[in-house]
């Protein structure tokens, strides 16, 4: 079955840097999208930022714009996404989510269990 | 951007009872050539990540008992558990895939009277 591995959270100050992990099994991972989602304490879901299969078509949401960057190695079977310049409001629980199709159809079929993110001094 | 929003904000219903969630997007999210609406709905139970329910605003995903159904189309939308069972009690989510930024609504939170 599908499984989806987020590490690399934590704690770290603003304006410092991170970068999160995505082990993926249980399917072809280099055969579609991938999306990073977020959820901040208490409040509901923010999608954050998607790529093609094959490390091409990305898009981000205007929030993190210019300060993340979603990355992949297919041959590793892992999502990436750097996180620069964080902020306090970058705060939140990190899902990686699988698209449905090559590019991406743009719903998430299968989650990981999260990483949490705290960005404070 | 388009805008979710999903309403009741919470909703209490007695077991066995139906259950009717709302969600209105800000433009349309149907896609005329593919005659598609680029709609899900998602369920989240607390310290779980969300589940996916319902894609192309009515397909059911594989697994998802049949009491959860969903219908609409344009920027109309409803998803509809006929039977409320005890473990439905839940966060419920609409999501619109039609257009970057993917939005979602703000959440229906569904409980048991």
């Known amino acids: 079955q599908v499984q989806l591995v987020e590490s690399g959270g934590g704690v770290v100050q603003p304006g410092r840097s991170l970068r999160l992990s995505c082990a993926a099994s249980?399917?072809?991972?280099?055969?579609?999208?991938m999306h990073w989602v977020r959820q901040a304490p208490g409040k509901g879901l923010e999608w954050v930022a998607v790529?093609?299969?094959?490390?091409?078509?990305?898009y981000y949401a205007d929030s993190v714009k210019g300060r993340f960057s979603i990355s992949r190695d297919n041959s590793k079977n892992t999502l990436y996404l750097q996180m620069d310049s964080l902020r306090a409001e970058d705060t939140a629980v990190y899902y990686c989510?699988?698209?449905?199709?090559?590019?991406?159809?743009?719903?998430?079929?299968?989650w990981g269990q999260g990483t949490l993110v705290i960005v404070s001094s | 951007d388009i805008v979710m929003t999903q309403s009741p904000d919470s909703l209490t219903v007695s077991l066995g009872e139906r259950a009717t969630i709302n969600c209105k997007s800000s433009q349309s999210v149907f896609y005329s050539s593919k005659n598609k609406n680029y709609l899900a709905w998602y369920q989240q139970k607390p310290g779980q990540p969300p589940k996916l329910l319902i894609y192309w605003a009515s397909t059911r995903e594989s697994g998802v008992p049949d009491r959860f159904s969903g219908s609409g189309s344009g920027t109309d939308f409803t998803l509809t558990i006929s039977s409320l069972q005890a473990e439905d009690v839940a966060l419920y989510y609409c999501q619109q895939y039609y257009s970057p930024p993917l939005t979602f609504g703000q959440g229906t939170r569904v409980e048991i009277k």
């Open positions: 790529l093609a299969h094959d490390g091409t078509n990305k």
């Open positions: 249980g399917f072809t991972f280099s055969s579609f999208g």
């Open positions: 989510a699988k698209d449905d199709e090559f590019y991406w159809a743009g719903y998430f079929d299968s």
